[in-house]
């Protein structure tokens, strides 16, 4: 069987088994031993699937198509979290199948939707198998971009890699590296918020958040959690790592010839993220409370969703927008992607000039590169957006016939194809996903994984399928 395919489904069910490991480390030294048999047999079952896996494959140098790329990715998404969600059909609080599964899709997908009522009643580590489910689906997202790296723009591809294409060792390559530094900065997370005097639990479980853009709190409410101001801040800053691109630290301070190429995209979301900064304080602070407004624009931004329980909802339609619009392309926050509609913005005001100026020239070229983006490029960025509205219309149109009025139904599908966490500062804090219809909950399923998804890819299957050549 295809090599590519197998192997990387053999390493994620190698990590799911190493954490649930951890968690029978974890129920034992803690005496919690009521949920200790879901974690035994999530790793027997994790483990076995992971060597069947390793031992099938095959070593054909065959070169592995785009389309069993995609399909590799999405098996992955609807199988892994099967898995995933055993500790919660078998724990000791009778859920059914298709609430587990909702809940390790959730994790999974860093969406944070929960069909927990009361996260403090929950087993301690119960709630850590829910926070490791958003860090390993995380990881999972990352690899997918490497794998899927000859899809996209080389404009996306020369902020990682000066290669056209990756060869096998290549992607081993990256995908290491991304390995070690996306657990070297969760680990980095985890001090900083201890440091700053964060019970050593609930770091444990943020920073899993952070890492992933999840929306998995270990708490009912954030305002539990961070008590002073400078936790707030503290934890504002530390979301800002998943807007920006997982490799910035990297490139900061282990590349040798900085090109610019590299820190393209993230000086834009810097002065991007700068911009809003003063828009928000200047004129959109109502309550002269800057931490919160710092909070609540970080979550928004890098679309992890947490807010305060005393958060206005007067802007909830402005930080429904940011989340649309996301962070930086290499990295665990969802969204259309800033450069992308920064790139179709600055190209049509350029055509309309074009024409009313016929005499000048126009530059189509982002601001901090030598690099001319293709008309190709443009197009592939207009068609993800078509995509993106299409989904949007179609889950608002299915929720509003499950009985959600339309202005729930719409915030709600905004956020489970941007894969944020519904809170207060959307409005969406008391929306109760334990009660939905089973075939809602499997619409929210279908397109949580169709947000974590590059939308491009579904134009491509839908070739594949809808076309010859």
């Known amino acids: 069987m295809n090599y590519i395919k197998l192997i990387y489904l053999s390493i994620f069910c190698g990590i799911i088994s190493i954490l649930s490991f951890f968690n029978i480390v974890y129920s034992?030294?803690?005496?919690?031993?009521?949920?200790?048999?879901?974690?035994?047999?999530t790793f027997l079952v994790?483990?076995?699937l992971s060597l069947i896996f390793y031992i099938s494959k095959s070593n054909d140098e065959k070169?592995?198509?785009?389309y069993e790329k995609i399909l590799t990715i999405l098996i992955g998404y609807f199988l892994l979290p099967l898995i995933i969600a055993i500790p919660f059909y078998f724990s000791i609080y009778n859920l059914t199948f298709i609430n587990s599964y909702f809940e390790a899709i959730s994790g999974f997908t860093?969406?944070?939707?929960?069909?927990?009522?009361?996260?403090?009643?929950i087993d301690q580590s119960l709630i850590l198998w829910r926070s490791a489910s958003q860090w390993i689906g995380g990881l999972y997202f990352l690899f997918s971009i490497i794998l899927l790296i000859d899809i996209f723009d080389n404009s996306f591809k020369k902020s990682l890699t000066n290669f056209i294409s990756f060869s096998k060792l290549e992607t081993l390559k990256q995908s290491l590296k991304i390995f070690f530094l996306y657990s070297s900065l969760?680990?980095?997370?985890?001090?900083?918020?201890?440091?700053?005097?964060?019970?050593?639990?609930?770091?444990?479980?943020?920073?899993?958040?952070?890492?992933?853009?999840?929306?998995?709190?270990?708490s009912n409410n954030l305002s539990s959690i961070l008590t002073e101001n400078s936790q707030i801040i503290i934890m504002s800053l530390l979301m800002l790592i998943s807007f920006f691109s997982i490799f910035l630290t990297y490139n900061l301070f282990f590349t040798k010839n900085h090109n610019l190429n590299f820190f393209n995209e993230d000086i834009h979301l810097l002065f991007y993220f700068l911009i809003l900064l003063l828009i928000f304080f200047t004129f959109l602070n109502f309550d002269n409370?800057?931490?919160?407004?710092?909070?609540?624009?970080?979550?928004?931004?890098?679309?992890?969703?947490?807010?305060?329980?005393?958060?206005?909802?007067?802007?909830?339609?402005?930080?429904?927008l940011l989340v649309m619009?996301?962070?930086?392309?290499?990295?665990?926050?969802?969204?259309?992607?800033?450069?992308?509609?920064?790139?179709?913005?600055?190209?049509?005001?350029?055509?309309?000039?074009?024409?009313?100026?016929?005499?000048?020239?126009?530059?189509?070229?982002?601001?901090?590169?030598?690099?001319?983006?293709?008309?190709?490029?443009?197009?592939?960025?207009?068609?993800?957006?078509?995509?993106?509205?299409?989904?949007l219309l179609f889950l608002t149109f299915l929720l509003t016939l499950s009985g959600i009025d339309f202005e729930s139904s719409f915030k709600l599908?905004?956020?489970?194809?941007?894969?944020?966490?519904?809170?207060?500062?959307y409005g969406l804090s008391d929306f109760s996903f334990y009660d939905l219809q089973i075939f809602t909950k499997y619409y929210l399923i279908f397109f949580m994984i169709i947000g974590r998804l590059e939308l491009l890819t579904l134009l491509i299957i839908c070739k594949k399928f809808l076309f010859k050549n």
Do not use: C
């Not at 030294?29 to 047999?41: F, G, M, P, R, V």
């Not at 800033?338 to 190209?347: A, G, M, T, V």
């Open 28 to 41: 034992y030294y803690l005496n919690l031993y009521l949920n200790l048999n879901t974690y035994i047999y």
């Open 46 to 48: 994790s483990i076995f």
């Open 63 to 66: 070169k592995t198509t785009i």
């Open 110 to 121: 860093s969406t944070g939707f929960t069909i927990f009522n009361n996260i403090n009643h």
């Open 186 to 218: 969760t680990l980095g997370i985890f001090i900083i918020l201890n440091i700053f005097e964060i019970r050593m639990f609930n770091s444990l479980n943020l920073a899993m958040s952070i890492i992933s853009s999840g929306g998995f709190l270990p």
């Open 289 to 320: 409370n800057f931490s919160e407004l710092l909070l609540s624009l970080s979550s928004s931004v890098s679309n992890i969703g947490f807010s305060l329980d005393n958060n206005s909802t007067n802007l909830s339609f402005i930080f429904l």
């Open 325 to 391: 619009i996301g962070g930086s392309f290499f990295s665990t926050s969802s969204g259309v992607r800033f450069l992308k509609i920064y790139s179709l913005f600055k190209y049509s005001i350029n055509e309309i000039l074009s024409y009313s100026r016929p005499k000048n020239i126009y530059i189509n070229k982002h601001l901090f590169s030598k690099e001319f983006f293709q008309l190709n490029e443009i197009y592939k960025y207009f068609l993800s957006i078509i995509i993106f509205i299409v989904s």
């Open 413 to 425: 599908s905004i956020l489970t194809l941007m894969n944020t966490v519904n809170s207060s500062m």
